[in-house]
């Protein structure tokens, strides 16, 4: 494995048990195909108490021998190292950073149940990861195609604010590295809301290293030019990047980066 790739060498797994389907452990195994071996996978298990809260009259659940082996099966079966934890916490997103630490894991994957509910947002205390993670978390939509063959990377190349400037290399460098990886096409969407804020495309085009008819560069609200960009071109995975948030402001809902997550209907990697 490259020395690009290892970001996805230790990978954590979030692992809902009241969930029958584990798209997040799908992911991980094929990704593990597409780069021919080399990820470590662990599993962190765990109700999130919030949406268990919500959708059950009772906390009666029981996972046995069975329902272990069933859910290691492909991990077994594609022989990928794996570990596993079993957490009961009403901190689920600190327990989550916490198990990161303890396991070197370099990416996050867990699933997008609200979809199949026909719901249209995360619990708070996804938010509340997305915000702080150190490393990437990719959340899982249900329909979106495993093999990946469009990557979006939203950027935002017309500040020079350092902490944007900064969030844009992590974004490229992430994309430039998926596509690579799965030979998919790279794309690249660039909003702007203010007509004198009309980003270099000349030098969007050298900063980005992506073909000029894969460069869409619109005026209008970001949220609304990158799910349309994502639906013109099918992007099986969005990249996109936010700011985390301290005091007061951490407390708030509805930044960019929580719209096109609530508005896009596929795999997010979201970048702090």
């Given at each position: 494995?490259?020395e690009?790739l290892?970001?996805?060498k230790n990978v954590?797994?979030?692992?809902?048990p009241?969930?029958?389907?584990q798209y997040?452990?799908?992911?991980?195994v094929k990704m593990?195909?597409?780069?021919?071996?080399?990820?470590n996978?662990h599993l962190?298990?765990?109700?999130e108490?919030?949406e268990?809260?919500?959708?059950?009259d009772t906390?009666?659940?029981?996972c046995?021998s069975n329902?272990?082996?069933?859910?290691?099966?492909?991990?077994?079966?594609?022989n990928?190292?794996?570990?596993?934890?079993?957490?009961w916490?009403?901190?689920?997103?600190?327990?989550?950073?916490?198990?990161?630490?303890?396991n070197?894991?370099?990416?996050?994957?867990?699933?997008d149940?609200?979809?199949e509910q026909?719901?249209?947002?995360?619990?708070?205390?996804k938010w509340?990861?997305?915000?702080v993670?150190?490393c990437?978390?990719?959340?899982?939509?249900?329909?979106?195609?495993?093999?990946?063959?469009?990557?979006?990377?939203?950027?935002?190349m017309q500040?020079?604010?350092?902490?944007y400037?900064?969030?844009?290399n992590?974004?490229?460098k992430?994309?430039?590295i998926?596509?690579t990886a799965y030979?998919?096409?790279?794309?690249?969407?660039?909003?702007?809301?203010?007509?004198?804020?009309?980003p270099?495309?000349?030098?969007?085009?050298?900063?980005?290293?992506a073909?000029?008819?894969?460069?869409?560069v619109?005026?209008?609200d970001p949220?609304?030019?990158?799910?349309?960009?994502a639906e013109?071109?099918?992007?099986?995975?969005?990249?996109?990047?936010?700011?985390?948030r301290r005091?007061?402001?951490?407390a708030?809902r509805?930044n960019?980066?929580?719209?096109?997550?609530r508005?896009?209907?596929?795999?997010v990697i979201?970048l702090?």
């Amino acid at each position: 494995m490259s020395e690009e790739l290892k970001i996805f060498k230790n990978v954590l797994v979030v692992i809902d048990p009241a969930m029958k389907e584990q798209y997040a452990l799908k992911r991980a195994v094929k990704m593990n195909e597409i780069l021919n071996g080399g990820i470590n996978v662990h599993l962190f298990i765990s109700f999130e108490m919030d949406e268990l809260r919500k959708s059950q009259d009772t906390f009666d659940f029981y996972c046995d021998s069975n329902w272990f082996a069933e859910l290691v099966k492909p991990l077994n079966e594609e022989n990928i190292p794996f570990s596993t934890e079993v957490f009961w916490t009403a901190d689920w997103h600190n327990s989550i950073l916490e198990s990161v630490k303890r396991n070197n894991s370099e990416f996050i994957i867990m699933s997008d149940y609200g979809t199949e509910q026909n719901r249209d947002d995360l619990s708070a205390a996804k938010w509340s990861l997305l915000r702080v993670s150190n490393c990437p978390v990719m959340i899982v939509h249900p329909a979106t195609q495993l093999q990946r063959k469009t990557i979006l990377a939203a950027v935002n190349m017309q500040t020079d604010n350092p902490r944007y400037v900064d969030l844009n290399n992590k974004i490229l460098k992430v994309s430039r590295i998926m596509a690579t990886a799965y030979g998919a096409e790279k794309h690249i969407v660039n909003a702007y809301e203010d007509s004198m804020e009309f980003p270099d495309r000349a030098k969007l085009l050298r900063d980005t290293d992506a073909k000029q008819e894969n460069t869409h560069v619109h005026l209008g609200d970001p949220v609304e030019i990158i799910s349309e960009v994502a639906e013109e071109i099918d992007a099986d995975v969005v990249v996109i990047g936010t700011l985390s948030r301290r005091g007061i402001m951490a407390a708030m809902r509805g930044n960019k980066s929580e719209q096109i997550i609530r508005k896009i209907k596929r795999d997010v990697i979201i970048l702090n």
